[in-house]
């Protein structure tokens, strides 16, 4: 496993087991009960979370298919390389050409890396944003039916809305 790859995927390890143990980590409040905008407002977050989760692993998944990519090149420079023909200049050019784009892409792979490692905590630190604001509100239930049927009446306009 290559060096780029490595502090990405610990990093995402972290960012899980971070959000895994601060529902823990916080002392408990009081029972405090939302209003309905309230609720409103802390599922439409968690809507969006879970787009930005979606956009998130999007980019990891694009990322991973890119470094492997990348470590197929790296492993064909091997072998091309232990079959040069150090006499012929030609071979030696465009070895170094088949070099030269191996550094680029390597580049491109870390900034990449570097890339989704930013979208992973800003969506962590919205995400910890979201808990404290929603996590420690109680709703009736009478406000949760209500918002629920809310939702499922815009629901099919939303998607009628954003078909082409």
Same mark, same amino acid.
């Given at each position: 496993m #290559? #060096? #780029?790859r490595t502090p990405f995927l610990f990093v995402l390890c972290m960012l899980v087991a971070g959000a895994a143990s601060a529902a823990t980590a916080k002392p408990a409040k009081g029972t405090v009960f939302g209003t309905r905008e309230q609720l409103r407002e802390c599922l439409d977050l968690g809507d969006a979370m879970t787009l930005r989760m979606r956009a998130v692993d999007a980019a990891t998944a694009a990322h991973n298919r890119k470094f492997d %990519?990348? $470590? %197929? $090149?790296? %492993?064909?420079l091997v072998e091309m390389k232990a079959r040069l023909d150090r006499s012929d200049k030609n071979a030696i050019a465009s070895f170094n050409k088949a070099v030269q784009d191996h550094q680029q892409h390597t580049r491109e792979v870390n900034e990449d890396a570097d890339a989704a490692e930013a979208l992973s905590k800003s969506y962590q630190a919205d995400k910890l944003a979201m808990d404290d604001k929603c996590g420690n509100l109680t709703y009736r239930p009478a406000d949760v039916d209500a918002v629920g049927r809310e939702r499922r009446k815009a629901a099919p306009v939303a998607t009628a809305a954003s078909a082409p």
């Open positions: #290559s #060096s #780029s %990519a990348n $470590e %197929a $090149e790296d %492993a064909q």
